[in-house]
């Protein structure tokens, strides 16, 4: 059974940092791309960055030069690094696995791990 | 960036009745890359569709996808119970992925 499971949420001040895990199980880790998307308490779903399996990264503008995404596949844990905080970063952060068939469509997703940002 | 529209924001409907969702592209999306997403309140996301018509595993058959180009569609055929939750939109282009605003299907 895959399983995702996110932690290292919290609230932390403006301009703080934080680090996400997500612990995968239950699939071949190294060989899908993962995601993290978030989502803001009350609103849609954004997507924040992607890492594939060789380990090239990509990240939403919005975060671009902040945040970092890496994985250790001898771990199977996807990590969010998460610089330079702000209000509008607090959100509930899913990590998601991308599906094999190459359709950039996240087919297995977390519970979630909030993130709150404030003085 | 291509930004999705979804439209209506919200909707309400009787259990049984028929649902379609829009979801409008700012710019041309490969069919291969639009999924849709259902998510329930305390929820994550829960695949439904991806290539824009073809239903992710364990997925019922009233749920169908449809469209190209700028304008893709989401149906529910017979509305249960278990429907009622917000839909997303969801694609991939020039490095970036983005999501629709979502729309809200409520009990009326």
């Known amino acids: 059974e895959v399983q995702l499971v996110e932690s290292g949420g919290g609230l932390i001040q403006p301009g703080g940092s934080l680090r996400l895990s997500c612990a995968a199980s239950?699939?071949?880790?190294?060989?899908?791309?993962m995601s993290w998307v978030r989502q803001a308490p009350g609103k849609g779903l954004e997507w924040v960055s992607v890492?594939?399996?060789?380990?090239?990264?990509y990240y939403a503008d919005s975060v671009k030069g902040r945040f970092t995404i890496s994985r250790d596949n001898s771990k199977n844990t996807l990590y969010l690094q998460m610089n330079s905080l702000r209000a509008e970063d607090t959100a509930v952060y899913y990590c998601?696995?991308?599906?094999?068939?190459?359709?950039?469509?996240?087919?297995?997703w977390g519970q979630g791990t909030l993130v709150t940002v404030s003085s | 960036e291509t930004v999705l529209t979804q439209s209506p924001d919200t909707l309400s409907l009787s259990p049984g009745e028929r649902v379609t969702l829009s979801c409008r592209a700012s710019q041309s999306v490969s069919s291969s890359y639009l999924a849709w997403y259902q998510q329930k309140p305390g929820q994550a996301p829960n695949l439904l569709i991806y290539g824009a018509s073809s239903r992710a595993t364990g997925i019922p058959d009233r749920f169908s996808g449809s469209g190209s180009g700028t304008d893709f569609t989401l149906t529910i055929s017979r509305l249960e119970p278990e429907d009622f939750a917000v839909y997303y939109c969801q694609q991939y282009g020039d490095s970036q992925l983005t999501f629709g605003g979502g729309t809200k299907v409520e009990i009326k």
């Open positions: 998601a696995r991308e599906s094999i068939r190459g359709y950039r469509d996240f087919d297995y």
């Open positions: 239950g699939f071949t880790f190294s060989s899908y791309a």
């Open positions: 890492i594939f399996g060789g380990d090239s990264t």
